[in-house]
């Protein structure tokens, strides 16, 4: 589809500033939302980004200048309904992107009013968004960030969202079956459910995408200006964890690795979550379909990730340690974990691997801030139990 009307829903966010640019670039009418949640929360425990960006409003004023682009912006909370009706009632989408969520599993876990809030900012905003679709324009697809996480690690391979089940001489496709290890990851199991329920009853467009852990921060677009960068977290919180290696390996802080470190994963280049979305987006699901993507380019160990920042930190001389401390979580240490992940594959993706070259560009654009290091943020030690 050309020519889209994009509403990016958590506009302001890690992922969902450089999805804006991207959309833009590329002669999307582009609309973001935010309500400054990261910011505030980030201030509040004292875990700011690495890198102070411009607001949104300030952002997408350097984008007009570098750019000659515009982006309409409105500052709000999705989970108000008549707020977020009014932005689809003005702009009738195509497409809405929804990035809008609590998106931190540690911070879902740290108290009973952040849990609360967890609930209620991720379960009201999906559902606001199938209202606000099936009331302003049922045509409209619904593209929202999953987690693999929603899976768990089970001991069966990972198939992208659907399980065909032969039971007792019958068959039949369900969700596959889905473990969540937060509170944060229970949400987003809900999240699935919603948006499933009402593509059952409304006949709605969705792809679900189910993103592994994503690192990195360069992108084309934030390459034509500094200021244009997204933000880098690498706190407990909000930070994922190959960001948060690097930043420990400059700031001469131990690799804090939770256990055994033998947990595995599928993660993901920032750049390869932009051209994922924007696949999706321009070959959209199709009436009454719920599509399911597993959002992921490579499957690493914690171990296997220390190690290689170790690799890369020696070559700007630094030697870091691994210190392999109780693990905070209930999760597995070693299991098995095979995620199938060909969809996204068959739509377009070019992934960007996790080469050397790779990490020293993180390594050298972490330095250049070294300054911004918080060593207290680091590590917070919030406990699942």
């Known amino acids: 589809m050309s020519d889209m009307n994009v509403l990016i829903l958590g506009g302001d966010g890690y992922l969902g500033w450089p999805t804006a640019m991207y959309f833009s670039k590329r002669g999307h009418k582009v609309t973001v939302v935010d309500n400054y949640f990261r910011r505030y929360a980030s201030t509040e425990i ?19 200048e570098v750019t000659g682009r515009d982006l309409d912006v409105h500052i709000g909370d999705i989970t108000d ?3 977020l009706l009014s932005v689809f009632k003005k702009l009738c989408p195509d497409a809405v992107i929804h990035y809008a969520e609590q998106p931190s599993a540690p911070f ?6 952040k849990a609360a ?9 999906t559902l606001n968004i199938a209202y606000a679709v099936k009331e302003t324009n049922p045509d409209c697809h619904i593209i929202k960030l999953g987690t693999m996480g929603e899976y768990g690690t089970p001991n069966i391979d ?3 969202g659907w399980l065909e089940v032969n039971h007792k001489g019958r068959k ?5 079956p889905r473990q969540a290890s937060s509170l944060y990851h229970t949400t987003k199991i809900q999240d699935t459910d919603l948006l499933w329920f009402y593509v059952r009853i409304w006949g709605l467009r969705v792809t679900d995408l189910m993103q592994g852990p994503v690192y990195g921060i360069h992108t084309d677009e934030s390459e034509i200006d500094k200021r244009l960068c997204t933000i880098f977290h690498y706190d407990e919180i909000f930070g994922t964890v190959l960001n948060r290696f690097i930043v420990q390996a400059i700031a001469g802080y131990p690799l804090t690795i939770y256990g055994k470190g033998g947990q595995t994963r599928g993660y993901l280049n920032l750049m390869d979550t932009l051209q994922c979305v924007y696949l999706s987006a321009i070959q959209a699901a199709k009436e009454g379909e719920m599509r399911v993507f597993n959002q992921v380019t490579e499957v690493f160990t914690v171990n296997e990730l220390a190690l290689k920042v170790q690799v890369a930190a020696a070559k700007f001389g630094y030697e870091v340690k691994v ?3 109780e693990n905070p979580r209930r999760e597995k240490e070693e299991h098995y974990y095979n995620p199938k992940y060909t969809g996204l594959l068959d739509l377009g993706l070019q992934p960007h691997y996790l080469t050397e070259e790779t990490l020293e560009s993180l390594f050298k654009t972490a330095e250049k801030y070294k300054e911004n290091i918080n060593r207290n943020a680091i590590f917070r030690g919030v406990k699942w139990g």
Not at 172 to 176: K, M, P, Q, S
């Open 172 to 176: 039949d496709t369900f969700l596959f």
């Open 323 to 325: 210190n392999n401390i």
């Open 81 to 83: 309904y008549e707020f």
């Open 158 to 160: 990972i198939e992208e």
């Open 108 to 113: 879902s876990m740290i108290n009973r009013d």
């Open 117 to 125: 809030f967890t609930i209620k900012n991720n379960l009201i905003s």
């Open 46 to 64: 004292d875990c700011e980004s690495l890198i102070t960006t411009p607001n949104l409003l300030q952002r997408v004023q350097i984008w007009k």
